[in-house]
């Protein structure tokens, strides 16, 4: 069997998730024997090839019009979607946004902070438009496999990698699927 192709895509979130993946450490090595990194955070490629990959992974929520977008593609283009990190699977901290509409957001943190002077909200074509509210990626596209956590553990990440590898969809639970630092 040939190697099996795998993109990610970071939209609203920390780096946590991506940073988790790298703590897979020497694991990393083994794994590379199998997958193919398409376009990744990690090597700065920024879309999923036009021909898909096996396997795309979804790290952050959706709060702008471009991760929306980028939400899409990933699906359209991936055999196995995977939502990896809380912000992926329900939004996570991004949605305290949720609580106020979005042109407060902006004016609050353009025009309104305490280390703000003539301050203005930029418009330019080049600038997302905020959606209505942050969401997990499953609210906007079909996932298959969810990863939650902040960040998930290296250990999960592996799990479900070395399952798609044998051919087996994960099931997380157990050892596998816990919060912490504790056992």
């Not at 979130?13 to 199998?34: N, Q, T, Y």
């Not at 509409?101 to 943190?109: A, F, N, P, Q």
């Not at 080049?126 to 553990?153: A, E, F, Q, W």
């Amino acid at each position: 069997m040939g190697k099996i192709t795998v993109a990610s895509q970071w939209l609203e979130a920390c780096a946590g998730c991506h940073m988790s993946f790298l703590d897979i450490d020497e694991r990393i090595v083994e794994l590379l024997k199998h997958v193919e990194l398409s376009a990744t955070p990690i090597t700065d490629l920024k879309h999923p090839p036009e021909e898909g990959v096996t396997v795309g992974i979804l790290t952050g929520g959706i709060g702008n019009e471009e991760e929306l977008k980028e939400a899409k593609l990933m699906r359209e283009r991936s055999e196995i979607l995977i939502a990896m990190g809380d912000c992926a699977v329900m939004g996570g901290i991004c949605t305290m946004r949720n609580f106020f509409d979005k042109e407060e957001v902006l004016r609050r943190g353009y025009i309104e902070t305490e280390s703000t002077v003539d301050g203005e909200i930029p418009e330019h074509e080049d600038l997302t438009p905020l959606t209505d509210k942050v969401t997990g990626v499953g609210d906007v596209v079909p996932v298959d496999i969810y990863i939650p956590g902040c960040p998930p553990s290296a250990d999960a990440i592996w799990y479900v990698l070395t399952e798609l590898l044998e051919g087996r969809m994960p099931k997380l639970e157990g050892k596998v699927l816990k919060y912490g630092m504790d056992g």
